[in-house]
């Protein structure tokens, strides 16, 4: 029986266990049987009932026996008659406890004493464990009390961890050694005064010293290493427990490795992946590391007939690691390109793997060559991993490791080197959607989070009810302004009742562009507001954000590099909303520089490669052609220039962002316009001039046509059913009778 103090709230019929506390609310309750226990005794009232939670425990004991734990809660208004089952022995004690008795709190040494390795290892991790959950002994103080007596009661005198660096805020990296018999590491856990936790990522095994003993690095919070804190690492059928030292000042971690010549890129990894997955100044920490400590790029260097090849895009998302490059295999000797993950793990790409043919500079020399582009969903990260290796593979059993150049942080030029990694020759459907889109999609997220308003300019004094919002954004191409601005200085409509809003897009123009303003301002007395955003976010960032600081019941979304060439552009449009047709967006009639037809609204048809595109009606034909002077309804009209009433457009939740650039969104906006039962019409009394895409082509993004082919990718695959339908069908004529208000007509 085990040596806990007696107590006169425990009568039993037969011989008494020891009863004793783990917390004031959970009672652990023991026996001690002279020979094993292969099954688990029952427990339960006098009547038969369950008693819940309980939790039970066999340790064997040095001699040969067992010690029967059992935990259950406190009575809390009357006393409980437990029957308790001693297992084989086959007897059984009636057992009283009163809720008012004076039970002592649980004795580490007494509980230890007896216990063989591996019941303590068990004792401990349940402690730790599934029996601090269940009974929520978690916030105890008393039961951590009891811990900490536990763990230091274990050992007498436990080995020191190792604080080596300090990583962010209150993250350290401890290191230890463990001696080469422990097996696989299953939980790690910090006891100390102020509480015990069990760390989220299990540690990294560093290598094996020259005593056969392994260094393992693992992550912990500061304060939880006081003075008096233990580590206790738990494997299969193994049990280390070291001593935390006190941490005062520590090095940073880039001067750590840099001063200790790290080169082991697997714990870079495991320590980029664990700061990544914890608060947001750890997440900055990742990045911090590895832009102050890159890795040496690496590729395979071949000649003749050996293999050679190289990565040089490598981008790992929340959504997965995607991989890009090339090599040459004169003689068929590659197997694989393979991924790492953070512990070293090779990973083959499987179906997310494509190639195709091309040459490359190699040596000096132009050569034949097989291009790559791989993606692997199950490598993910939260924070760019700017350098994810990859092995190349051979038959021979030999494998090459391939480190590509440290990648871009950001998230607009991480999307750019993605965009360039498959010639637009041989991009296809499956290339964008198994590979290039998660990646992109996560990235464009990211881009869409950091571009925001970062201020707000009136110049003159704004109008308090405008009719219409002129949204134009600006990106780069400031030359227009003059010409536009004079346009609208000279329709008298528009200097009444339109507001005009200017959305900066590339805000490092914005001294140059408000001076241009203030200056047209001066010159011809019509308010303006400028809008400048904190970086580059593309067409529909720009568009929403002018229309969140847009107050007319219509916006007209306007490109800068469209000019009105008459006055009354503006009120024509504006007469055509509403009505008995719901007209919720029309669309002018946009004219090219020698006056030819650019736009006479939107239709969609597949192309020769049966891709879902977006076309002009008659574009290139004449002014006066017939057929593009016919007011209707129509699929869709360009964003260059379009009316919306304000309700429809945030009814549908604006333009939406994912689409890269420039492209698309405005027939996306379109057919979401259509899907809620308004109508889109096409004006062809209301001409502007545009001069196409002076703005996007200097866009670093707008690249070969590959921002295009993911975009129309990206249309298709989510108005696929709506595609097909307008296009047998046409324009829908009996839609349900509804105002852009929502509201019945």
């Known amino acids: 029986m085990l040596e806990f103090a007696s107590s006169d709230a425990v009568r039993t019929t037969g011989e008494a266990p020891g009863v004793c506390l783990l917390n004031p609310d959970t009672l652990l309750l023991s026996w001690d049987t002279p020979t094993r226990l292969w099954e688990v005794p029952r427990l339960e009232t006098i009547d038969g009932a369950a008693i819940s939670p309980q939790a039970t425990l066999r340790l064997p004991l040095d001699g040969g026996g067992t010690r029967l734990l059992r935990v259950i809660r406190r009575p809390k208004d009357e006393p409980i008659t437990i029957l308790a089952e001693a297992g084989t022995l086959g007897r059984k004690d009636e057992i009283t406890i009163d809720p008012d008795g004076d039970f002592e709190f649980a004795s580490a040494s007494t509980l230890l004493n007896g216990v063989t390795p591996a019941g303590r290892l068990s004792l401990v991790s349940t402690l730790l464990g599934m029996w601090a959950s269940l009974f929520r002994l978690r916030l105890s103080k008393s039961y951590n009390s009891f811990l900490l007596q536990l763990v230091a009661e274990i050992v007498d005198r436990p080995k020191p961890a190792k604080a080596v660096a300090k990583l962010s805020g209150e993250k350290i990296l401890l290191a230890t050694a463990l001696p080469d018999a422990f097996h696989d590491i299953e939980a790690v856990f910090i006891v100390a005064p102020s509480g015990f936790k069990r760390l989220t990522q299990l540690p990294h095994i560093s290598k094996t ?32 427990i070291r001593h935390l030292p006190d941490v005062s000042t520590l090095p940073s971690l880039a001067r750590w490795w840099q001063t200790k010549g790290k080169s082991d890129a697997d714990l870079r990894e495991y320590i980029i992946g664990s700061l990544a997955r914890a608060d947001m100044k750890s997440s900055k920490a990742a990045i911090e590391f590895q832009l102050r400590c890159p890795l040496s790029s690496q590729r ?13 895009l490598a981008v790992t998302t929340a959504r997965g690691t995607l991989i890009g490059g090339w090599y040459r295999d004169p003689v068929d000797m590659i197997a694989s390109i393979d991924l790492l993950d953070s512990n070293g793990i090779a990973h083959p790409f499987g179906d997310g793997f494509y190639r195709y043919q091309g040459n490359v500079q190699d040596d000096g020399q132009t050569v034949p060559a097989t291009g790559f582009v791989g993606f692997y969903q199950d490598i993910q990260s939260p924070v760019p991993i700017l350098q994810p290796r990859s092995l190349m593979r051979l038959k021979s059993g030999n494998r090459h490791l391939m480190v590509p150049p440290a990648q871009p942080i950001d998230p607009a030029e991480a999307r750019a080197r993605i965009l360039r990694a498959v010639p637009p020759q041989h991009l296809t459907a499956d290339i964008i959607e198994n590979c290039l889109a998660p990646v992109i999609g996560d990235l464009q997220q990211k881009l869409m989070a950091s571009a925001k308003v970062d201020r707000v300019i009136d110049i003159g004094t704004p109008y308090d009810d405008p009719d219409v919002s002129i949204i134009v954004p600006l ?36 001294e140059e562009c408000e001076h241009l303003l203030r200056g047209l301002h001066v010159l011809y007395g019509i308010p303006m507001r400028l809008v400048v955003m904190t970086r580059n976010g593309g067409y529909a960032r720009a568009c929403n954000a002018g229309a969140q600081n847009a107050h007319g019941h219509y916006l007209a979304m306007l490109n800068s590099d469209v000019i009105p060439h008459t006055p009354g552009w503006a009120q024509g449009m504006a007469s055509k909303m ?48 017939r057929d593009a002077n016919i007011e209707r309804s129509v699929p869709g009209v360009t964003g260059a220039c379009m009316m919306i009433h304000r309700d429809a ?3 549908v939740d604006g333009f939406t962002e994912d689409y890269v650039i420039g492209d698309y969104e405005d027939s996306d906006l379109c057919l979401k316009i259509r899907k809620a039962d308004f109508d889109i019409k096409y004006v062809p009394d209301v001409s502007l001039y545009h001069f196409e ?53």
């Open 209 to 240: 010293g020259p005593r056969g003993q392994k260094l393992v690095y693992m992550i912990a919070d500061q304060p939880s290493t006081a003075s008096g804190a233990y580590m206790v690492v738990t494997g299969v059928r193994t049990l280390a």
């Open 300 to 312: 395979v260097s071949g000649g003749g007939s050996l293999p050679s090849g190289e990565v040089d």
């Open 475 to 510: 990106y780069r191409v400031l030359g227009f302004l003059r010409a536009q601005i004079g346009a609208f200085a000279c329709d008298d409509w528009v200097a009444k009742y339109c507001e005009l809003v200017f959305v900066l897009d590339s805000p490092e123009q914005a």
């Open 578 to 625: 509403g009505g008995p047709d719901e007209v919720a967006v029309v669309g002018p009639k946009l004219l090219f520089e020698d006056g030819s037809i650019q736009h006479a609204g939107m239709y969609f048809a597949r192309n020769e490669s049966g891709k879902w595109l977006n076309y002009h009606y008659h574009k290139g034909m004449p002014d006066q052609f």
């Open 649 to 651: 457009f945030d009814a």
């Open 693 to 745: 895409r002076k703005s996007i082509s200097t866009h670093a993004d707008y690249m070969r046509g590959v921002a295009a082919e993911y975009n129309a990718w990206l249309h298709a695959s989510r108005w696929a059913d709506a595609l097909e339908d307008l296009h047998t069908n046409g324009v829908p004529q009996n839609r349900s009778r509804k105002t852009p208000n929502g509201e019945a007509a």
